[in-house]
């Protein structure tokens, strides 16, 4: 055969750890030149283009399009030299297609009719195997279910084998015979000897965990319906949990007057710029993070580090979940400029196009829920940043407030409230309340985002 020139699964992002591929870009006999995308690639941020780092023709896809779970290096893809015939490509041996679905579990050998009339089968020592000691609930759930437990390992003290030891190997039994999913309704078992008198004991087992729906046919009570995780959803799992186990979270709230930005946001549609309350937070935060430089800081698990720069990160949703692409040197920028970047990066975000510079980094995240109609809410801290703020709708309020003569009267102000989230091992409480306050002053006055 011609030798080929391998291609692998790359890293697109410093935190992947496997791929899904997408899409196949160019087919097989296609010709290839250095920096030609050969297919779309599904990382844990953002579906990905992968270019070609050879020339050459691409001989032999070996890992189609929809797989799941790629390991980073894994073999996807051959190629040959120009001239060459690629029909004739050599396959190594050891190339095959990763799966993400593992396999079926072997049938046992045997397995045991259940009776349908006798009792359930009892557990019974048996010459050559480890007399186990089990708990009264244990007995009963490998009793009822006819399971062996002289190869599992006990986690009980003393050697004894628990209610949860029983539990888990019966998922593991359930997992491996999906036919046996079903609830089962034991008949009232023989009576078991007793010193004193026989105790008759009538149990109604129910399975560790409801059972899968079958495709196609209506659902069944108890069953459910499994949705597998994309890459994306898993990460932020991962993440979220990081974030809430590792960080001490503190949070403290403001309310913010916004009628000043609502009146300047209609003079500029009067000239056709149209901007968002969102762009004048953003705006009005980095102007607040330039005031109060030990706010735009992160923490590496060590020291905290005070950023140069006021890159901030927008949360995003879409089908595949939260993202936070990064608008760079906010502090430097306009508020017309800002909207055309927010607006670029939310779009680039939901078709899954962001570059890996786009969403990684940041020193500060907004998270904004007005225009779902969220008043007010806490966010989770993206590490290693130390804090986020969440932003909730305008209401209107009314207000006392005094004329120039003193005469006090009822106004009605649109009022907004923002939580900010901090990390108190870098932002203490007094500096959360610091940052607060300015930021309040800054959206309430909104031409000092100008100064």
């Known amino acids: 055969g011609t030798p080929g020139i391998k291609v692998l699964m790359p890293a697109l992002s410093p935190t992947?750890?496997?791929?899904?591929?997408?899409?196949?870009?160019?087919?097989?006999?296609?010709?290839?030149?250095?920096?030609?995308?050969?297919?779309?690639?599904?990382?844990?941020?953002?579906?990905?283009?992968?270019?070609?780092?050879?020339d050459g023709i691409l001989a032999k896809i070996l890992v189609e399009e929809g797989s799941k779970n790629v390991r980073l290096g894994s073999l996807i893809g051959l190629l040959v030299e120009e001239g060459q015939d690629w029909k004739q490509v050599e396959v190594p041996a050891d190339a095959g297609v990763p799966s993400s679905v593992a396999p079926p579990a072997p049938a046992p050998a045997s397995a045991p009719a259940a009776p349908s009339v006798s009792a359930p089968p009892k557990l019974q020592h048996q010459p050559g195997k480890l007399q186990v000691r089990l708990s009264p609930a244990a007995r009963n759930i490998l009793e009822t279910h006819g399971?062996?437990?002289?190869?599992?390992?006990?986690?009980?003290?003393?050697?004894?084998?628990?209610?949860?030891?029983?539990?888990?190997?019966?998922?593991?039994k359930q997992k491996g015979k999906p036919s046996e999913l079903k609830p089962v309704v034991s008949p009232a078992p023989a009576a078991v000897p007793s010193p004193t008198q026989p105790t008759a004991v009538t149990s109604y087992p129910r399975p560790a965990i409801p059972p899968v729906s079958t495709p196609g046919q209506p659902g069944a009570l108890g069953t459910f319906t499994e949705i597998p995780a994309s890459?994306?959803?898993?990460?932020?799992?991962?993440?979220?949990?990081?974030?809430?186990?590792?960080?001490p979270h503190a949070y403290a709230a403001a309310d913010c007057a916004i009628d000043a930005v609502l009146?300047?946001?209609?003079?500029?549609?009067?000239?056709d710029i149209k901007v968002s309350v969102n762009d004048f937070?953003?705006?009005?935060?980095?102007?607040?993070?330039?005031?109060?430089?030990?706010?735009?800081?992160?923490?590496?698990?060590?020291?905290c580090r005070r950023l140069q720069s006021i890159d901030i990160s927008i949360a995003v949703a879409t089908d595949r979940g939260l993202i936070t692409p990064i608008i760079?040197?906010?502090?430097?920028?306009?508020?017309?400029?800002?909207?055309a970047s927010a607006k670029a990066l939310a779009k680039k975000a939901r078709d899954g196009k962001l570059l890996?510079?786009?969403?990684?980094?940041?020193?500060?995240?907004?998270?904004?829920?007005?225009?779902f109609g969220i008043s007010d809410f806490t966010a989770v801290i993206n590490p290693p940043q130390a804090c986020i703020l969440a932003v909730g709708r305008a209401r209107p309020e009314l207000k006392i407030v005094e004329d120039e003569e003193g005469n006090e009267k009822l106004e009605q102000h649109q009022?907004?409230?923002?939580?900010?989230?901090?990390?108190?091992?870098?932002?203490?409480?007094?500096?959360?309340?610091?940052?607060?306050?300015?930021?309040?002053?800054?959206?309430?006055?909104?031409?000092?985002?100008a100064l």
């Open 16 to 54: 992947m750890e496997e791929g899904n591929i997408v899409q196949w870009l160019k087919k097989e006999g296609d010709t290839v030149n250095v920096g030609d995308a050969l297919c779309e690639i599904e990382t844990d941020k953002a579906v990905v283009t992968m270019e070609s780092s050879d």
């Open 147 to 172: 399971l062996d437990a002289s190869n599992v390992t006990p986690t009980g003290p003393r050697g004894i084998f628990t209610k949860e030891d029983a539990l888990k190997l019966l998922q593991e």
């Open 231 to 247: 890459n994306i959803r898993r990460v932020i799992a991962k993440r979220l949990t990081e974030s809430k186990t590792t960080i």
């Open 263 to 271: 009146k300047l946001r209609k003079e500029l549609a009067k000239d």
């Open 281 to 303: 937070i953003i705006k009005a935060t980095a102007v607040t993070l330039r005031q109060m430089p030990d706010v735009n800081v992160t923490w590496d698990g060590e020291a």
């Open 328 to 339: 760079k040197d906010v502090a430097a920028k306009g508020i017309k400029e800002i909207a």
């Open 356 to 371: 890996p510079e786009e969403y990684q980094g940041g020193s500060f995240s907004i998270s904004n829920l007005g225009m």
């Open 415 to 449: 009022l907004m409230t923002v939580t900010l989230s901090s990390d108190g091992r870098v932002v203490d409480d007094e500096l959360a309340s610091k940052f607060l306050e300015t930021l309040k002053a800054n959206i309430e006055n909104p031409m000092r985002l």
